[in-house]
């Protein structure tokens, strides 16, 4: 699924051209989601989906594990490049202060879905609800720097990237044979519901300013390696994982 998504975020960063004009590539960033997107809030959280040891982080410039489930930048890092922006922080780092608020934060958190049950087996992650509530914390923090308006017109101006629902498949209906996801919803069905879910988020984030979204897709869910490895004894991506991610 990493390299999937970086293949899909190629394609983002044509569309980013257009969105954003090199004299506003000062603009905000922020970031809500999974793993693809997480870059360290997890790192603070007492829970399993962790990337704070070798080999993640490998090739990047420390060549140390950094909170990034990748081995080096992941699709944030590469959009505040295309930017011209600092990388955002994570929102639970303590050095998110002052002028560093300005360049936006990253809510994200490995392990989790749409749905508030995906990812229950990690213990403790930051639901999207609680994003969306680090979100609002977030600006008001924010009011208090630079004041109210310019705070709502920041967040207004800023590019908002969200990567969700893969985790509503791998880790959640397709978790267990038989999972209660599964049971309660045939697949079509399920897409569906996650789908109708995740439209009320999207509302969510445009009630509370946000106003440029980038919506990434889930990849090829069947050739995630960790589903090769459970689900596949001949290499091939895993045929139900697959049609999931195109119904999605």
Request: glycine share 10%.
């Amino acid at each position: 699924m990493g390299t999937s998504m970086v293949l899909t975020s190629l394609v983002g960063l044509a569309v980013l051209g257009a969105m954003v004009a090199p004299a506003a590539a000062a603009r905000a960033f922020f970031v809500f989601g999974d793993s693809l997107v997480d870059n360290g809030n997890n790192n603070y959280l007492a829970t399993t989906a962790r990337a704070d040891s070798p080999p993640y982080g490998i090739d990047s410039p420390t060549h140390r594990p950094s909170g990034r489930f990748s081995n080096g930048l992941n699709i944030p890092d590469v959009i505040s490049e295309h930017l011209g922006a600092e990388t955002t922080l994570p929102y639970l780092s303590p050095q998110l202060q002052g002028e560093r608020l300005l360049v936006g934060a990253n809510f994200a958190s490995a392990g989790i879905g749409i749905l508030n049950d995906t990812g229950v087996q990690f213990i403790n992650i930051i639901r999207i609800g609680r994003q969306l509530e680090f979100f609002q914390e977030y600006q008001e923090r924010l009011g208090f720097l630079i004041g109210p308006e310019e705070a709502q017109g920041l967040v207004n101006r800023a590019l908002v990237l969200i990567t969700l629902g893969g985790n509503d498949f791998v880790n959640n209906y397709y978790l267990v044979p038989f999972s209660a996801r599964s049971r309660q919803y045939a697949l079509p069905d399920y897409v569906v519901y996650v789908i109708s879910e995740y439209k009320k988020i999207l509302g969510r984030l445009y009630e509370m300013g946000a106003r440029r979204v980038l919506v990434t897709g889930t990849g090829p869910l069947g050739c995630v390696p960790a589903v090769l490895a459970l689900r596949s004894r001949n290499g091939n991506c895993d045929p139900e994982l697959q049609r999931a991610a195109a119904l999605f």
